[in-house]
C-alpha cells in the first residue's frame, strides 16, 4: 500500500504541468491569432486612408455680420476663420494652456499617448461613463484634417495612423502651430485668433491669461462653455485649466491667483440672456429675400437700438420673475418702432436660451381689445365724433351676445368713454353699423396682414395677429395714418465693403385720414389718463388700448409717444388661462416701466407733432452715411482703375 500511494504521488504532477503547458499553447496561438486579426484591421483600415498629401479646408458656412444702428457687432451667422497664428508670436501661456487642459505629454509621445488612453480609459471604467478622452492633439489634428467627426473603431484607428505620420513628417511645434489654427471653438470660429475675436474683441496676440484658460477650457464643449452663452460657467471651467496650468509649471500660483481675482464680474442675465438673438434670426431669416447671392461673407446694418433691446430684455425678466408664476404667466413679447418703421427693440420671450420660438413675430394671438381702435377709426371716418352718445345695453348680432368684463350694461355715454373703458357692446354696435368689410379693409391698411374672420367677434379681436402686426397698426396711427412698414435693414455689404443692398426711403403713402387719426388719438390718450389703461402711464403724452381674450389667455398693451411705438404681450405657449391677467395688469406694467426708461433724456413732445425732431435727426444720419458711402464707393474705384 505505501508502494502504490508513492506512484500515485508522482503520477500528479504530470497532470498539472500537461495542463499547464496546454494552456500555454493556447494562449500562444491565441495571441498570435490576435495579432495577426488586428494587423489585417489595421491593414484594411491604412487602405481606406484619406490622401494625406491632400489636406483642405474644412467647408465654410459664410459668415455673416449684424451690426446694431450704431455699428456695433451684436450677433455672427456661420463660419468665422482668423489671421493664421505662429506660436512665437503668441505668449507662451496660450499654448501652454491648450497642453496643460488637453494632452501634458504632448512634447513626449509619438502622436499616441499609451499612458493616456491607459488612464482614460479606467476613470471612464470608474465612473460608468465617458469622462476623459485619450486623443493626444495630434490625432485631434489628423481627425480635424482628414478624417470626419464619425465615432467609430475604423475612424479611430485611421486617426492614430494618421498620427503617426505627422509626428514623423512635421516637428511638435508645427503640429501644434497647425493644431491652433485649425481647431473649431464654437459660435463658428476656427482657430485661436478667430475665438480671441470672436470671444474676446482682440487679437490672439493679446490674450491674457485669463483669456486663454477661457478658450482653452472650450475644447471640451464649446457650446457648454462659451463665455457668450454661460459667461459664469466659462469661467469656471477656465479656473480647471488654470490649476493645470500651475500643476505643469507653466505659470506660477501667484500668477493664478492675479488671474482668477482680475477677472470681470459676469452678468449671467445679461449675457446669456441675448434678447437680440431674436431680432438676428429675424434679420438673418429675410437676407434671401433682399439679395441673390448668400453664399458669400456680409455685415448687416440693422436698425435695432441694443440700449433699448437690453431695457426691453430686462423689464420683461424683472415683471415676470416677480409676479409671473403668481400669475400662471410664463411668456413675454415686446417689440418697438420708430416713427418711420425702424424696428428698435425686438424681444420674443423670456429667454433666447431656453426657447428659440419669437413669439414677437411667429405666435399668432388673439389681441382682443387692442383690436378696437381700428373699429373706432372706421367709424370716425364714417361720421362718429368723441362726445357722441352711446348706449351700453344687451346687443345681439345673429348668434353672437357679448357681455362686458364687469358682467354689467351702463347706460348712455360718449364714445370717448365707451373707448376708454373698452365697453364691448359699443364696439360691436359700432361694427355692425359701418360693416365687417370696412373694418376689414382699414386693418389690412394698417398693416394687419394675417387672415381677419367675417363676423361680430372680430369687435373683440378675435382673430389672430402677431405682436409685430399689432405694432405696424399702432406705428401707422402714431404716424397720422400712413402706411408704416416695419424694417430691420438698412445696408448689406459684402466683406470688402461693397454694397449689395440699401434700403431706399420713399414719402409713405397715406392710408388714413389724418384728422380721424388724430381724433382717435385723443380717444386713446383718455385710455390712458382715465381708462383701463391708466397703469401705463408714464407722466408725458402717450396713447394706447389694453387688450384681454377670453379665460385671459392673451394680455395686452399697445401704445405710442412721440418717439417709440411698443407692444407687450404676456400668456403662456400652451394658451391655457393665467390667473385673470388683465391688459391693464402687468402688460400695462411691463409697458410703463420700460417706456418710462426709454423716454429718459428725451424732450418731452405732444403726439400732434409726432417725432419730427427725430425724423429730421434720423434723416441727417442717413444723409450724412450715403455721403460717406458714395465717397468710399468713389474712391475704391479709382484705386482700383490704378
Same mark, same amino acid.
Given at each position: 500500500m505505501p508502494q502504490k500511494k508513492r506512484v500515485l504521488r508522482q503520477k500528479k504532477p504530470k497532470k498539472k504541468r500537461g495542463l499547464a503547458m496546454l494552456l500555454a499553447r493556447y494562449s500562444f496561438l491565441g495571441g498570435i491569432w490576435i495579432g495577426v486579426i488586428t494587423f489585417i484591421y489595421i491593414l484594411y483600415c491604412a487602405v481606406d486612408l484619406p490622401d494625406i498629401h491632400q489636406v483642405t479646408q474644412p467647408p465654410l458656412r459664410p459668415s455673416v455680420e449684424l451690426e446694431s444702428k450704431d455699428g456695433t457687432l451684436f450677433a455672427r451667422y456661420g463660419d468665422l476663420v482668423g489671421e493664421s497664428v505662429s506660436l512665437p508670436s503668441l505668449p507662451k501661456y496660450v499654448p501652454q494652456a491648450i497642453i496643460a487642459i488637453e494632452d501634458r505629454r504632448f512634447y513626449d509621445h509619438f502622436g499616441i499617448d499609451i499612458f493616456g488612453i491607459l488612464r482614460a480609459a479606467y476613470h471612464n471604467i470608474a465612473a460608468g461613463r465617458t469622462v476623459q478622452g485619450g486623443s493626444t492633439l495630434t490625432q485631434q489634428l489628423a481627425k480635424n484634417l482628414f478624417l470626419t467627426p464619425e465615432r467609430a473603431m475604423k475612424r479611430k484607428v485611421q486617426e492614430m495612423l494618421l498620427a503617426l505620420w505627422l509626428e514623423h513628417t512635421y516637428t511638435k511645434d508645427q503640429i501644434l502651430t497647425a493644431y491652433l489654427n485649425r481647431v473649431y471653438l464654437g459660435s463658428g470660429a476656427y482657430g485661436i485668433d478667430a475665438a480671441a475675436q470672436t470671444y474676446f474683441n482682440k487679437s490672439a496676440k493679446e490674450l491674457n491669461i485669463r483669456e486663454a484658460a477661457m478658450i482653452a477650457?472650450?475644447?471640451?464643449?464649446?457650446?457648454?462653455?462659451?463665455?457668450?452663452?454661460?459667461?459664469?460657467? *466659462?469661467? #469656471? !471651467?477656465?479656473?480647471?485649466?488654470?490649476?493645470?496650468? =500651475?500643476?505643469?509649471?507653466?505659470?506660477?500660483?501667484?500668477?493664478?491667483?492675479?488671474?482668477?481675482?482680475s477677472a470681470p464680474k459676469l452678468d449671467r442675465k445679461k449675457l446669456g440672456g441675448n434678447a437680440e438673438r431674436y431680432f438676428a434670426d429675424y434679420v438673418y431669416d429675410q437676407l434671401s429675400s433682399m439679395i441673390a447671392d448668400t453664399q458669400q461673407d456680409?455685415?448687416?446694418?440693422?436698425?435695432?437700438?441694443? *440700449?433699448? #433691446? !437690453?431695457?426691453?430684455?430686462?423689464?420683461?425678466?424683472? =415683471?415676470?420673475?416677480?409676479?409671473?408664476e403668481a400669475k400662471n404667466v410664463s411668456e413675454a413679447a415686446l417689440v418697438t418702432l420708430a416713427p418711420d418703421g425702424a424696428i428698435r427693440a425686438l424681444t420674443g420671450g423670456r429667454s433666447y436660451a431656453q426657447s428659440q420660438y419669437n413669439r414677437a413675430t411667429q405666435a399668432l394671438r388673439q389681441p382682443g381689445s387692442a383690436f378696437k381702435p381700428i373699429i373706432y377709426l372706421t367709424a370716425i371716418e364714417h361720421g362718429l365724433t368723441p362726445d357722441d352718445i352711446v348706449t351700453d345695453e344687451p346687443v345681439s348680432i345673429g348668434k353672437y351676445s357679448p357681455d362686458n368684463y364687469d358682467g354689467k350694461f351702463h347706460g348712455q355715454m360718449t364714445a370717448r368713454q365707451a373707448l376708454a373703458e373698452s365697453i364691448n357692446t359699443i364696439a360691436v354696435k359700432l361694427l355692425d353699423q359701418v360693416g365687417i368689410g370696412q373694418v376689414i379693409q382699414m386693418a389690412k391698411d394698417l398693416g394687419v396682414s394675417s387672415p381677419l374672420s367675417r363676423n361680430a367677434a372680430l369687435a373683440l379681436g378675435a382673430s389672430e395677429v402677431s405682436p409685430l402686426e399689432l405694432a405696424t397698426v399702432y406705428a401707422s396711427l402714431a404716424s397720422g395714418g400712413k402706411a408704416i412698414e416695419p424694417y430691420a435693414i438698412t445696408k448689406i455689404s459684402s466683406r470688402s465693403g461693397q454694397t449689395l443692398y440699401r434700403r431706399q426711403d420713399g414719402n409713405l403713402p397715406q392710408v388714413v385720414d389724418a384728422d380721424a387719426v388724430a381724433t382717435l388719438t385723443g380717444m386713446m390718450e383718455d385710455v390712458i389718463q382715465y381708462g383701463t389703461g391708466k397703469g401705463a402711464n408714464i407722466g408725458r403724452p402717450a396713447a394706447g388700448k389694453t387688450g384681454t381674450t377670453s379665460d385671459y389667455r392673451d394680455a395686452w398693451f399697445a401704445g405710442f409717444t412721440a418717439d417709440y411705438t411698443t407692444v407687450v404681450w404676456m400668456g403662456n405657449d400652451d394658451n391655457s388661462?393665467?390667473?385673470?391677467?388683465?391688459?391693464?395688469?402687468?402688460?400695462?406694467?411691463?409697458?410703463?416701466?420700460?417706456?418710462?426708461?426709454?423716454?429718459?433724456?428725451?424732450?418731452?413732445?405732444?403726439?400732434?407733432?409726432a417725432s419730427f425732431a427725430q425724423r429730421v435727426i434720423d434723416e441727417a444720419e442717413e444723409a450724412v452715411e450715403d455721403v460717406g458711402q458714395t465717397l468710399g464707393d468713389l474712391i475704391n474705384s479709382l484705386v482700383g482703375k490704378h
Amino acid at each position: 500500500m505505501p508502494q502504490k500511494k508513492r506512484v500515485l504521488r508522482q503520477k500528479k504532477p504530470k497532470k498539472k504541468r500537461g495542463l499547464a503547458m496546454l494552456l500555454a499553447r493556447y494562449s500562444f496561438l491565441g495571441g498570435i491569432w490576435i495579432g495577426v486579426i488586428t494587423f489585417i484591421y489595421i491593414l484594411y483600415c491604412a487602405v481606406d486612408l484619406p490622401d494625406i498629401h491632400q489636406v483642405t479646408q474644412p467647408p465654410l458656412r459664410p459668415s455673416v455680420e449684424l451690426e446694431s444702428k450704431d455699428g456695433t457687432l451684436f450677433a455672427r451667422y456661420g463660419d468665422l476663420v482668423g489671421e493664421s497664428v505662429s506660436l512665437p508670436s503668441l505668449p507662451k501661456y496660450v499654448p501652454q494652456a491648450i497642453i496643460a487642459i488637453e494632452d501634458r505629454r504632448f512634447y513626449d509621445h509619438f502622436g499616441i499617448d499609451i499612458f493616456g488612453i491607459l488612464r482614460a480609459a479606467y476613470h471612464n471604467i470608474a465612473a460608468g461613463r465617458t469622462v476623459q478622452g485619450g486623443s493626444t492633439l495630434t490625432q485631434q489634428l489628423a481627425k480635424n484634417l482628414f478624417l470626419t467627426p464619425e465615432r467609430a473603431m475604423k475612424r479611430k484607428v485611421q486617426e492614430m495612423l494618421l498620427a503617426l505620420w505627422l509626428e514623423h513628417t512635421y516637428t511638435k511645434d508645427q503640429i501644434l502651430t497647425a493644431y491652433l489654427n485649425r481647431v473649431y471653438l464654437g459660435s463658428g470660429a476656427y482657430g485661436i485668433d478667430a475665438a480671441a475675436q470672436t470671444y474676446f474683441n482682440k487679437s490672439a496676440k493679446e490674450l491674457n491669461i485669463r483669456e486663454a484658460a477661457m478658450i482653452a477650457g472650450l475644447l471640451r464643449a464649446p457650446s457648454r462653455y462659451s463665455p457668450l452663452h454661460d459667461p459664469a460657467g *466659462s469661467f #469656471e !471651467r477656465a479656473k480647471v485649466v488654470m490649476q493645470a496650468m =500651475v500643476e505643469e509649471g507653466y505659470i506660477s500660483e501667484a500668477q493664478r491667483r492675479v488671474a482668477v481675482a482680475s477677472a470681470p464680474k459676469l452678468d449671467r442675465k445679461k449675457l446669456g440672456g441675448n434678447a437680440e438673438r431674436y431680432f438676428a434670426d429675424y434679420v438673418y431669416d429675410q437676407l434671401s429675400s433682399m439679395i441673390a447671392d448668400t453664399q458669400q461673407d456680409m455685415v448687416v446694418k440693422t436698425t435695432l437700438d441694443l *440700449s433699448l #433691446e !437690453r431695457l426691453a430684455e430686462r423689464h420683461v425678466e424683472s =415683471v415676470l420673475s416677480k409676479q409671473g408664476e403668481a400669475k400662471n404667466v410664463s411668456e413675454a413679447a415686446l417689440v418697438t418702432l420708430a416713427p418711420d418703421g425702424a424696428i428698435r427693440a425686438l424681444t420674443g420671450g423670456r429667454s433666447y436660451a431656453q426657447s428659440q420660438y419669437n413669439r414677437a413675430t411667429q405666435a399668432l394671438r388673439q389681441p382682443g381689445s387692442a383690436f378696437k381702435p381700428i373699429i373706432y377709426l372706421t367709424a370716425i371716418e364714417h361720421g362718429l365724433t368723441p362726445d357722441d352718445i352711446v348706449t351700453d345695453e344687451p346687443v345681439s348680432i345673429g348668434k353672437y351676445s357679448p357681455d362686458n368684463y364687469d358682467g354689467k350694461f351702463h347706460g348712455q355715454m360718449t364714445a370717448r368713454q365707451a373707448l376708454a373703458e373698452s365697453i364691448n357692446t359699443i364696439a360691436v354696435k359700432l361694427l355692425d353699423q359701418v360693416g365687417i368689410g370696412q373694418v376689414i379693409q382699414m386693418a389690412k391698411d394698417l398693416g394687419v396682414s394675417s387672415p381677419l374672420s367675417r363676423n361680430a367677434a372680430l369687435a373683440l379681436g378675435a382673430s389672430e395677429v402677431s405682436p409685430l402686426e399689432l405694432a405696424t397698426v399702432y406705428a401707422s396711427l402714431a404716424s397720422g395714418g400712413k402706411a408704416i412698414e416695419p424694417y430691420a435693414i438698412t445696408k448689406i455689404s459684402s466683406r470688402s465693403g461693397q454694397t449689395l443692398y440699401r434700403r431706399q426711403d420713399g414719402n409713405l403713402p397715406q392710408v388714413v385720414d389724418a384728422d380721424a387719426v388724430a381724433t382717435l388719438t385723443g380717444m386713446m390718450e383718455d385710455v390712458i389718463q382715465y381708462g383701463t389703461g391708466k397703469g401705463a402711464n408714464i407722466g408725458r403724452p402717450a396713447a394706447g388700448k389694453t387688450g384681454t381674450t377670453s379665460d385671459y389667455r392673451d394680455a395686452w398693451f399697445a401704445g405710442f409717444t412721440a418717439d417709440y411705438t411698443t407692444v407687450v404681450w404676456m400668456g403662456n405657449d400652451d394658451n391655457s388661462s393665467t390667473k385673470k391677467v388683465t391688459g391693464g395688469s402687468l402688460p400695462a406694467v411691463l409697458w410703463r416701466e420700460y417706456m418710462a426708461d426709454a423716454e429718459q433724456g428725451l424732450p418731452v413732445a405732444s403726439l400732434r407733432n409726432a417725432s419730427f425732431a427725430q425724423r429730421v435727426i434720423d434723416e441727417a444720419e442717413e444723409a450724412v452715411e450715403d455721403v460717406g458711402q458714395t465717397l468710399g464707393d468713389l474712391i475704391n474705384s479709382l484705386v482700383g482703375k490704378h
